[in-house]
């Protein structure tokens, strides 16, 4: 009964993680080459892996986990079909003696390239070919940590002293949701109402975040409304944000 109870419990806690991740309730998903000799996953968000069929939103860069047998053995070398469209770089890395090459990707334009991996005779080891598409519009939603359910924008209210939690899902022209770990900019055009929680200040006083991740989360400084932004390429999303006492 006591491996059951915590069979059970492992299982809820996977159900819990997974139900805010790209995955879904799964434990991932890797995504065989076309040579079926490696396997490959982006190594965001998702515990063990998320599929490469999901989009790459254009300007925006991810890591790609590459396992098998192969990438075991010895030193392998990445390149790309199309370095207009995708680049890579790669590390191999030996976890407790299980070795996997982890590939820096940056998408460049939209697209379609297919990343190569070869042994260091040269010889072809697997491929996989990887899309990119532009940014055409966002959703943005927002909660107060821990406690709220997300509620959609524009407009968001925050106490002072709580902080709001914000996500974007950012979508191409066929409103297929696109992969993104970095490549948005949140700015904040009010920061003597509100600041996010990691900022910088640029030249026109600004209150801005370089280039990161889907989410990004705020404070109230003083009462009033601050006007927040995301953008990626030439698209933005506004909103505002209420700072209540």
């Known amino acids: ?24 309730f799964n434990l991932g998903e890797d995504t ?9 996953s982006y190594t965001e968000e998702c515990l063990l892996g998320c599929s490469l069929r999901q989009p790459m ?6 890591e790609v986990r590459v396992t098998g ?45 297919q990343l190569v991996v070869r042994d260091l005779d040269g010889d072809l080891v697997d491929r996989i070919t990887l899309e990119v598409h532009d940014p055409a519009s966002f959703d943005v939603e927002a909660r107060i940590v821990p406690e709220d359910d997300f ?25 297929e949701r696109l ?5 948005l900019l949140w700015t904040i055009e009010t920061p003597e109402v509100a600041r996010f929680n990691e900022w910088e200040a640029d030249p026109a006083g600004k209150d801005f975040v370089n280039p990161d991740d889907d989410d990004m989360s705020l404070e109230g400084i003083i009462e009033g409304v601050a006007t927040v932004a995301v953008s990626a390429g030439s698209i933005d999303e506004r909103f505002t944000v209420e700072v209540t006492n």
Do not use: W, Y
Request: proline share 4%; glycine share 8%.
């Open 57 to 62: 939103m254009t300007g925006s860069t991810e």
């Open 179 to 183: 992969r993104v770990s970095s490549g």
């Open 151 to 175: 509620v959609a924008a524009p407009e968001f209210s925050v106490p002072l002293g709580e902080t709001l939690f914000m996500q974007a899902a950012v979508f191409d022209a066929d409103g």
């Open 69 to 113: 047998h192969r990438v075991r053995q010895g030193e392998v070398s990445v390149e790309s079909s199309d370095p207009s469209i995708l680049t890579f770089t790669v590390e191999r890395h030996c976890p407790e003696q299980k070795c996997e090459a982890l590939v820096d990707v940056t998408a460049h334009a939209s697209g379609a390239a």
């Open 1 to 24: 009964m006591k491996n059951l109870s915590q069979i059970s419990s492992l299982s809820f806690l996977l159900a819990a993680t997974f139900a805010t991740t790209g995955c879904g």
């Open 32 to 40: 065989d080459g076309d040579l079926s000799r490696l396997e490959f």
